[in-house]
């Protein structure tokens, strides 16, 4: 069972014919990254409405949807709507099929409801969160709301003549912007968002994305989430809890094109990439992390350094040396405060069985990056352990 940072106690049975719906989350729009933002949330333990405003999601080509924790948890409930079994492929999900499953989904669900066809007239700030009218009677109250589609009328209400949606940000080593990631965007090249780039200035528990992005609406589900269920504002967001929730369901943080999240060590190459330990190649605009690749003494000198003091006396014994499997768990073993053959006999044990490398167990064998990734988010913990600010500086 995933570990996850929302865990409810009670469910309340969502009542459409009320006068006033309540709910954690409201999602309006009906877009991929709407329909990728209502799903996250529902996953991350809240009560969730999406509202469309049409006749259902328009997903143009689901083909072309990175797969993603929402993905499956879809497919999951196509395959139970349309009484496949595992073993039968899906037929191509059209929007027909799509608005089918999420409408059985919705039914059965206590926490998610989707409504078609219902435009709203006004919205305003209730409390801390939203009301959202739809007819003179009838109103959606929210803790959090995630915009995927026109602002003109949340302008109007918030008396502002300009709201924009989220940036993404292309991956660039000269700032430390990255390790703030909510999502990977691989469809932008290499393009990430930021959480405190999601975060609107004085707008507290409102979230605004680029309606065309399906990769950013996990990113959004996930801090309302957070937000809702521990009644905070999304200014006082916990970047390193989203970051984990998001990674339990498989969103990519990193948009390395090269590691899939079929790969056995996908989650560890994530968490290094985001701790810039080991970086990218950045080639025609996008990012490969090169995972077969040897790694060198000088690319991982000071980004261990920077992240552990125990490392700085380490490099400075052990100059030029080869970043073989022998110096590397010497290497742990020194900043982490390991036994070095106690650390030698637990590497034995997992090389091949629990890391699913194709390599044989060597000291002396240099280290490609993902068996470095693995080595040193197992025994170090750099990305779980040492938090950063807002810019994604180092805190010590």
Do not use: C
Not at 221 to 247: C, D, P, V
């Amino acid at each position: 069972m995933k570990r996850l940072f929302f865990v409810f106690a009670f469910m309340i049975p969502l009542i459409i014919n009320a006068q006033t719906v309540k709910t954690d989350v409201l999602v309006v729009g009906n877009t991929a990254a709407a329909f990728s933002a209502g799903v996250q949330a529902l996953e991350s333990g809240v009560k969730t409405i999406v509202l469309t405003q049409s006749d259902g999601f328009k997903l143009q080509d689901y083909k072309s949807i990175p797969a993603s924790g929402v993905t499956k948890a879809f497919e999951k409930r196509a395959r139970k709507s349309l009484k496949l079994a595992d073993s039968v492929p899906l037929p191509e999900i059209t929007n027909q099929i799509a608005t089918a499953v999420i409408k059985n989904w919705s039914d059965s669900s206590k926490l998610f409801d989707v409504i078609n066809n219902a435009p709203y007239h006004e919205i305003k700030r209730s409390g801390n969160g939203w009301e959202l009218r739809l007819t003179k009677n009838k109103s959606i109250k929210a803790k959090v709301l995630i915009l995927a589609d026109n602002p003109d009328k949340l302008m109007a209400a918030l008396k502002i003549a300009s709201l924009n949606p989220a940036v993404l940000s292309q991956l660039n080593y000269n700032e430390n912007l990255y390790r703030t990631t909510i999502a990977g965007a691989t469809s932008a090249g290499a393009g990430f968002l930021s959480l405190y780039n999601l975060l609107i200035p004085k707008q507290e528990n409102l979230l605004y994305i680029p309606s065309d992005h399906f990769e950013i609406g996990p990113a959004a589900g996930a801090t309302a989430a957070y937000a809702a269920f521990f009644q905070t504002k999304t200014s006082l967001s916990n970047l390193k809890r989203i970051q984990g929730e998001l990674l339990s369901y498989k969103h990519a943080l990193m948009p390395f094109e090269d590691v899939k999240i079929a790969d056995s060590n996908w989650l560890a190459i994530q968490k290094i990439g985001i701790t810039g330990i080991i970086k990218a190649e950045i080639r025609n605009g996008k990012a490969y992390f090169n995972p077969e690749k040897e790694v060198s003494y000088d690319e991982i000198k000071q980004p261990v350094k920077d992240y552990y003091y125990k490392a700085q006396i380490w490099f400075d014994d052990h100059q030029n040396i080869p970043i073989n499997l022998e110096n590397t768990i010497a290497m742990v073993s020194y900043v982490g405060n390991k036994a070095i053959e106690a650390t030698k006999t637990d590497l034995a044990k997992k090389w091949n069985k629990n890391y699913g490398f194709s390599s044989k167990y060597d000291l002396k064998k240099i280290l490609t990056r993902r068996e470095f990734s693995v080595i040193i988010n197992e025994y170090l913990k750099p990305f779980d352990d040492v938090n950063v600010d807002r810019t994604g500086r180092i805190i010590r």
